[in-house]
């Protein structure tokens, strides 16, 4: 009997253990509704203080619990810059921080003193027109954990299937939500000056790497191309579809001289070909005519050669008319004779 109760005791204790957690996730945001909207940002221009850092986006929960101990009141920040799945994840850049001010208020300055006396630097962010934008409940620390979780994949598949250009990812915690933003402009002017830096490096290491190319094949790698790539300005990124845009217009512009030359090259076939088969029937008219006029050569010689044997058989006519006539004298002459 004793037996019987403490197994149902432990089961007892076992359902109210997952009970217990089942809730706590629930409460978390687990299953809470995700909505991906573009529109308004949750936020306007801000002054921040932020460190910058360098690594996996998984390692971010020190610099939080730093920036959180010093304005414990004070939103945090968070500004990942890079695409795990295009950059390897040590060389994630991000920075953390919490937001002193928003708006046209004046950041304090002894709390903005305290920051950089833990070394924080101090950045404002602008403010943008349109965003995509969605949030998470932040009721327990595990928020933080699962935020990401519901929140990343769905937030990249909109993005993608909308092919918009969106960047960097922007998270604005609160004390009961956490807000995500992706800025569709101005992006470049999130960058903080440690990742200009660090992209202008990129950039002339992938400079460097082009002049290698072109000095392997034998081209100048101080050509106009590679003077213009090394001085693209920081808003690059920002132009880099109207580039593109307006490159995939250039190139559509031989396309279409190469669809017109081809109908001009089809024309002159065509009136080549009218003007060889009008050649070819003047030809042949020629050759007709040239036919019918031996035609009439030969028909005349035939006319004539028959009307020179007409002719020579009119003298042996007249020749046999002669020899009977002669004959039928000499037959009279006898007659006459014996008749004497």
Same mark, same amino acid.
């Given at each position: ?8 005791? +432990? ?24 909505? +991906? ?178 000095? +392997? ?46 109908? !001009? +090259? ?53 020749? !046999? ?20």
């Amino acid at each position: 009997m004793s037996d019987l109760i403490l197994v149902l005791l +432990i089961v007892v204790l076992l359902v109210c253990l997952l009970a217990t957690v089942g809730g706590f996730l629930l409460y978390s945001g687990l299953l809470s509704d995700v909505v +991906i909207k573009t529109g308004p940002p949750p936020i306007k221009n801000v002054t921040i203080a932020y460190k910058f850092k360098e690594g996996s986006y998984k390692d971010c929960g020190a610099a939080y619990t730093e920036t959180c101990s010093i304005g414990p009141k004070l939103s945090s920040i968070g500004v990942f810059y890079d695409d795990p799945k295009q950059r390897p994840s040590e060389k994630c850049r991000y920075i953390v921080g919490s937001v002193l001010c928003e708006g046209e208020e004046k950041p304090d300055e002894e709390l903005q003193k305290l920051y950089e006396k833990f070394g924080f630097k101090v950045f404002s962010l602008p403010e943008v027109s349109h965003a995509v934008t969605t949030s998470f409940p932040c009721t327990t620390p595990l928020s933080h954990i699962l935020g990401p979780y519901r929140i990343y994949p769905r937030l990249t598949s909109y993005i993608e299937e909308r092919k918009l250009c969106a960047f960097p990812t922007i998270e604005i915690c609160s004390s009961d939500v956490i807000n995500y933003m992706v800025p569709l402009s101005r992006q470049t002017d999130f960058f903080v000056p440690e990742m200009k830096d660090e992209v202008k490096t990129d950039m002339k290491e992938e400079d460097s790497d082009e002049d290698r190319g072109t000095d +392997i094949t034998g081209a100048d790698s101080h050509s106009d191309v590679s003077s213009v790539s090394g001085g693209v300005p920081w808003d690059s990124r920002e132009t880099s579809l109207a580039a593109s845009t307006a490159a995939s217009l250039a190139s559509s512009l031989p396309l279409r001289d190469i669809m017109d030359a081809n109908e !001009d +090259i089809k024309h002159r076939d065509h009136s080549d070909r009218g003007s060889n088969e009008s050649m070819g029937s003047g030809s042949s008219f020629e050759e007709l005519d040239m036919d019918q006029d031996e035609q009439e050569q030969v028909d005349g010689e035939e006319k004539g050669e028959k009307e020179d044997g007409e002719e020579e058989a009119v003298p042996e006519g007249e020749d !046999d008319a002669k020899e009977d006539v002669e004959l039928a004298a000499e037959k009279k002459e006898p007659l006459g004779e014996g008749e004497e």
